[in-house]
């Protein structure tokens, strides 16, 4: 078997395996027998259960980082902003990808070895991607009161309490329409010039 493959079998089962726990606990056995392979094999591509548990993570921040940095590359940082927002949003209203959030915000994966340091590289990767889109607003006038560095938290602050509002299901509103609403905030915030029309 292809060693690549071998390692996706890997994730997928501890995945899997969450799953059926409900995010309470996975042990290596179970992950083995998920996969169908030998220890040996996984001691190829893991040192620990620790290990293997972040690299679940990763794989699922990577992909959710990309898909932000698709969103922010929209053709205006006005659009690309909006399209950012609801790339974060939408997650939570698609059933699949709302459990794949509550797998890796799971008790055992908060719990394994080097996990603080994961998670403030995605938090890092996302900030970056909204320092990069208020630069080029504020570079071609979109975002005239945009202070880049700074403002990015904020909007990222902003989007982290929605997007867990509705995980938790205790938004008062669709995340369609906390997209709407955070994206005009926003947009005001920054001085963009289309602010008035956006978010009602």
């Known amino acids: 078997m292809d060693q690549s493959s071998e390692r996706d079998r890997l994730v997928d089962a501890a995945y899997r395996t969450l799953v059926s726990t409900g995010g309470a606990s996975l042990s290596v056995n ?29 794989q ?5 980082a990309a898909r932000l ?3 922010a590359a929209a053709d205006s940082p006005a659009a690309a902003l909006r399209a950012f927002v609801q790339a974060m949003l939408r997650i939570t209203a ?6 794949r959030v509550l797998v890796m915000s799971s008790e055992e ?3 394994a070895k080097g ?13 970056g991607e909204l320092v990069a889109l208020l630069e080029r607003g504020r570079a071609d006038g979109t975002f005239p009161l945009a202070q880049p560095s ?12 929605a997007f867990d509002e509705q995980i938790s299901g205790s938004g008062a509103v669709t995340p369609n329409e ?7 905030f926003a947009l005001r915030a920054l001085g963009a010039r289309d602010a008035e029309t956006a978010g009602g």
């Open 60 to 64: 699922d921040s990577d992909q959710v």
């Open 115 to 127: 996990f603080t340091a994961e998670r403030q590289r995605y938090h890092a990767l996302v900030q």
């Open 178 to 184: 906390t997209a709407e609403l955070l994206t005009g």
């Open 109 to 111: 994966i908060a719990r």
């Open 150 to 161: 700074s403002d990015a938290g904020w909007i990222r602050a902003a989007i982290q309490h």
């Open 30 to 58: 179970d992950v083995l027998q998920a996969a169908e392979l030998s220890t040996r094999a996984f001691y190829r591509h893991f040192a620990s259960k620790d290990e293997l548990l972040l690299a679940l993570f990763r």
């Open 94 to 99: 698609d059933p699949r990808r709302r459990q």
């Open 69 to 71: 940095r698709r969103a």
